[in-house]
């Protein structure tokens, strides 16, 4: 019977959400803001297409001020009521990892037995005893009496991560010692098993830690940008973009700081998805002033990295795409060598053509004809001044633009290599391989042009550059999808199952089977998105693994596992306006 | 690069099983999944996950020629399995990873030279794959293989019996109390590798305190007198004391202390069937201990259904340690006084029974002498209730070195039997390449 209730509310839902869907001509206003390291960008995004789009300075130390000037740029005219949402991508979280900027931690773990987890936090956690094994049964209580000291809060910790062993097959420990860690005065409590439902403690732990320890900063941020929409009189919710290109409402975000980590690189993802997704195998190169940002694509999706986001040596749950940032850039400094040259990773400033003091990456482009700004001529004596002996100013920027190709295509072929590597786990999959062979490249961003068409020659790969790459991160965060994921686990022997993202545990409904499993955990993802007002997307499953479980010689039942998510990705496609460099 | 400790090939082969509800099943990797998922081992510095790659049928026969053929006989997870030992020795002979450890399934320790079908759970002597392909590819002589699973390595015992430059090593549950039945100390090796077999039967209860102790005394000093290029581990792991198919008592902390102290170059997953008690902890260890991180928090929450064993179990591993140490030291002479005694030719009946498919195999096994090389081999087969019926064949098996005289004899047998029309089919094995000649 509750199976069949559930299956009602699932189709329910289903309808529901075609109809909130947003219809394929995106009749809405939408506002993106990228807070970057250089330039906060903001697009606005009507009826399908860019209606303004500007770029202004990041004001470190001041962030408001930015988003506010970048704001104004787009808001010149334009209806605000009309606006329905505003995505957020920041490098706040970064920063605030990179920078050190966190608050001080309380961390306590239930490692059970196993490996021992010296060093693999950052910082030494209270070993609580208690732990849960692998099938989720609860091996030992926490026993409080013996951990002396474990709930006398240190004054000015106010934050504290809990994680346990296998805690996603059983949270409850984790909810006993969150309760006690609560009572004794922590303002809030991180848990492992509700950052993510997969399996693997030093990951979920290390999420919680970080989630905890930009708790602080995110929040203020948070308020910031919720004060300056407020000032501009714009009411529509705020949600906040992830390094898997979803996005969460703010005040989702707010449980899980984290997830907003590596925001950057995702919202440029997204934004050459808006601008015209690469069809069949391809690789898209975000060339900017410092960086290359490299990503795989599959038939118009972005690849997602198997393994979560590193922070700094810490592995994290954090889900993000398959990318990989060098240091290669319109603006980047060239250095001279004995024989050659080396590209960047350092910034030398503007162009030549543009009035800079020192040659450029850009400087060499313009002088091979592969980009044209600026004043020529300052380009041709800047590269001029580093010519090797005998060497012309072309042979010389062919040269620079070769070693600057050479780091690209490393980095190309390392990942491809990552790629193909993957080990996998069944006779099918090693049967079917996983090779990623490219078939185009995509350019995006300041620098594209020149550089990838050169890439795209010596690869002998064909190359699409996609009008409005100068905004892309914008464009992204603005076209960005709401999603959430979660997993569902049953062990039929058990006669339950758990959804750990929420620490929702009930009996298994009769007949249950992987079909039910689906049912249920995508009723739960609707039912959250509901929850946070965000629309209704498709959901689609992430893995599933089914077994039959066998005690001694006989057939106990059936272990399932589901993992699901509301679709990321962005709500349509626009086309980009071109914009003079 | 940087080196790594452990090169880890993890294969469970989620979609091959022998049959339902067999203990070699598509779930018994599946917890130790989630535990090494869990800890987090695979994103450790001190380890690298690596992909297999499928073997090819040659390398299979290297070792092993098939009836009627190898590939008639084996699915694609066999040669994922065998793929995933050649994965394991590229990683360490490259010098990515210090050691490797291949834990895959399916195994193989207890399939022999000749293949009709599988028995003890196993078609494809995983390791013999891997040692053949050390030789090919890497130019590796001597190398020994230490057998730590509960049972006998019948398989391996076989494919290496004749070889010198191959020590085989098993300790096991004594085989008149478990599958299947053999591994005594007698069957030391043939007159010429007399001494390179050595199999040492524990009392069935024998735990962590014996099994260390016969490593101690003996294992650790015959390796050392032996000075193998190469050690690998053939690592079974249903010694656990909550196996289900035998009757030891080793924990995942003797296992992993073993594993430390033997310093395998590359270990192979062999038997285990407490797929939830044992594997996930036992595994742990081995890995942790192979990737020279901190093994003493690995401890089975079950801990205390551990028995001490009868101190009869310890009476037996001195007499062993004594009895085949003896067999050892004395292996130069005794093999000497064999050879003199056969001349060149020595000959062995086999009785051999497979228990998954219910065949039953007569063999006769010749090894030829020559004083210029290491001879070579004929088996004469007979096998009824095969998959593809009642079997007859005619092997004649090359050594890597058989000189050109030898090459001529041999051929000529394998021709005076095609035309004795005694056989369905008559078959010449080259070690080095894999290829199985049909006469
Ligand atoms: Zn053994
Ligand atoms: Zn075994
Ligand atoms: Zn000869």
């Known amino acids: 019977m509750i199976y069949y209730l559930r299956r009602q509310v699932f189709f329910a839902r289903a309808l529901n959400i075609t109809l909130l869907q947003f219809n394929g001509r995106g009749e809405v206003m939408l506002l993106g803001i990228d807070v970057g390291g250089t330039f906060t960008d903001a697009v606005l995004v009507d009826s399908g297409a860019v209606y303004a789009q500007a770029k202004r300075p990041t004001t470190h130390g001041e962030v408001l001020r930015g988003i506010l000037d970048a704001l104004d740029a787009v808001l010149d005219g334009a209806d605000v009521t009309q606006i329905e949402r505003v995505v957020i991508s920041s490098t706040i979280v970064t920063n605030a990892l990179t920078e050190g900027k966190t608050q001080p931690v309380f961390l306590a773990v239930m490692t059970g037995p196993g490996m021992n987890v010296k060093g693999c936090f950052p910082v030494e956690p209270y070993l609580v005893s208690g732990y849960v094994d692998h099938r989720g049964k609860i091996a030992a209580r926490t026993e409080f009496n013996k951990h002396y000291g474990l709930l006398d809060r240190q004054s000015g910790v106010t934050v504290a991560a809990v994680s346990g062993k296998f805690a996603v097959r059983n949270p409850e420990n984790e909810y006993v010692l969150a309760h006690e860690l609560k009572k004794s005065g922590y303002k809030k409590v991180f848990l492992g098993s509700e950052l993510s439902g997969e399996l693997n403690f030093i990951r979920r732990t290390n999420s919680a830690y970080f989630a905890a320890a930009v708790d602080k900063t995110f929040e203020a941020f948070g308020k910031q940008v919720e004060w300056a929409l407020k000032e501009r009189s714009i009411t529509a919710p705020v949600q906040i973009l992830k390094a898997d290109g979803g996005t969460l409402p703010l005040e989702a975000a707010l449980k899980q700081p984290v997830e907003a980590v590596f925001t950057g690189p995702a919202a440029s993802v997204l934004g050459i998805e808006a601008l015209g997704a690469p069809q069949g195998k391809s690789i898209s190169l975000d060339v900017g002033g410092t960086t290359t940002d490299i990503a795989f694509w599959d038939n118009g999706e972005p690849l997602l990295a198997k393994k979560g986001a590193m922070i700094g040596r810490y592995p994290t749950a954090v889900r993000s795409f398959h990318m990989r940032s060098v240091g290669i850039g319109g ?3 060239i250095t001279k060598l004995p024989q050659g040259f080396k590209v960047g990773p350092e910034r030398a400033g503007r162009a030549a053509a543009l009035g800079g003091t020192a040659p450029t990456l850009a400087d060499a482009l313009i002088v091979l004809r592969l980009a044209d700004f600026g004043d020529r001529e300052a380009s041709v ?14 042979a010389a920027a062919q040269a620079i633009l070769d070693a600057a190709l050479d780091v690209i295509e490393n980095a190309i072929k390392e990942m491809l290599h990552e790629w193909s590597i993957q080990p996998v786990y069944t006779v099918s999959d090693v049967i079917s391989g996983s090779d990623f062979g490219p078939q185009q490249l995509v350019g995006v961003g300041g620098g594209a042009p020149g550089l990838i068409h050169a890439l795209g020659k010596r690869m002998g790969l064909p190359v699409i550059i996609p009008p409005g790459g100068m905004v892309a991160n914008a464009i992204g965060a603005a076209l960005a999808r709401p999603t959430v994921a979660a997993s569902l686990r049953a062990d039929t022997t058990e006669g339950y199952y758990l959804i750990p993202e929420s620490g929702k545990r009930e009996r298994l409904p009769k007949r249950f089977n992987m079909q039910a499993a689906e049912e249920i955990l995508s009723a739960w993802l609707h039912d959250k998105a509901g929850g946070w007002q965000m629309e209704g997307n498709e959901t689609e499953v992430i893995s599933r693994e089914y077994f039959r479980t066998v005690h001694g010689y006989y057939d106990t039942g059936e272990i399932i596992y589901l993992r ?11 086309t980009g306006r071109e914009v003079a460099f | 690069m940087k080196q790594a400790n452990l ?13 339902p509800g067999h203990p070699e099943r598509q779930e018994r990797l599946l917890y130790t999944r989630d535990q090494l998922t869990e800890e987090g081992l695979f994103d450790r510095p001190e380890i690298r996950e690596y992909r297999l790659r499928m073997a090819e049928v040659n390398d299979l026969q290297r070792p092993h020629v098939g009836v009627p053929s190898i590939a008639k006989l084996i699915t694609p997870a066999h040669l994922a399995s065998a793929g995933g030992c050649l994965t394991a020795a590229d990683a360490v002979m490259s010098g990515e990873v210090k050691r490797a450890f291949a834990l895959v399934r399916p195994p193989g320790h207890h399939a022999m030279r000749i293949v009709h079908g599988i028995r003890g759970f196993c078609t494809i002597n995983i390791e013999a794959v891997m040692v053949e392909y050390l030789r090919s590819r890497y130019g590796i002589k001597k190398i020994a293989v230490v057998d730590t699973d509960v049972h006998h390595g019948d398989g391996s015992q076989d494919v290496f019996y004749h070889d010198p430059n191959v020590l085989y090593i098993s300790f096991h549950q004594d085989g008149r109390t478990l599958y299947p039945g053999t591994g005594f100390p007698n069957e030391a090796g043939s007159p010429a590798a007399w001494g390179y077999n050595l199999n040492l039967p524990l009392l069935p209860g024998s735990g962590d305190k014996e099994i260390h102790r016969l490593f101690d005394g003996l294992i650790k000093p015959v390796l050392d007198d032996f000075e193998p290029e190469l050690i690998i581990n053939s690592a079974g792991q249903d010694n656990h004391f909550s196996d289900p198919l035998a009757s030891m008592s080793v924990t995942a902390h003797g296992y992993a202390a073993l594993a430390d102290k033997l310093k395998a170059d590359i270990a192979v997953l062999e038997g285990g069937y407490s797929i939830e008690a044992a594997l996930p902890y036992v595994n742990t260890g081995i890995i942790l201990a192979m990737a020279e991180m901190d093994y003493s928090k690995v401890i089975e929450p079950d801990i205390r259904a551990l028995r001490t064993p009868d101190p009869r179990c310890m009476t037996r591993v001195e007499q062993l340690i004594d009895q085949v140490g003896t067999i050892w030291r004395s292996r130069h002479e005794v093999g000497k006084m064999l050879l003199d005694k ?30 210029k090389c290491s001879g070579w081999m004929s088996i004469d087969t007979n096998a009824r209730g095969t998959r593809y019926g009642d079997q007859s064949a005619y092997v004649v098996c090359l050594h890597r070195d058989t000189c050109a005289d030898c090459q001529k004899a041999a051929y000529d047998d394998a021709l005076r039997a095609k035309q004795s029309c005694a056989y369905k089919y008559i078959l010449l094995q080259h070690p080095d390449t894999g290829v199985v000649e049909t006469i």
Not at chain 1, 565 to 574: A, D, E, S
Not at chain 2, 343 to 371: F, P, S
């Open chain 2, 342 to 371: 056969c001349g060149n030719k020595w000959q062995r009946k086999k009785g051999i029974y497979y228990d998954e498919e219910g065949i039953r195999e007569e063999q006769l096994e010749t090894a030829h002498y020559c004083t």
């Open chain 2, 7 to 19: 090169g880890l090939i993890f294969f469970p082969a989620f979609d091959w099983m022998i049959s």
């Open chain 1, 564 to 574: 699901m998510q509301l679709k990321p990705g962005i709500l349509y496609k626009i």
């Open chain 1, 381 to 394: 004596n800047a590269i001029g001044t580093l010519c090797h002996d005998g060497e012309t100013t072309e």
């Open chain 1, 331 to 333: 603006d980047s400094a």
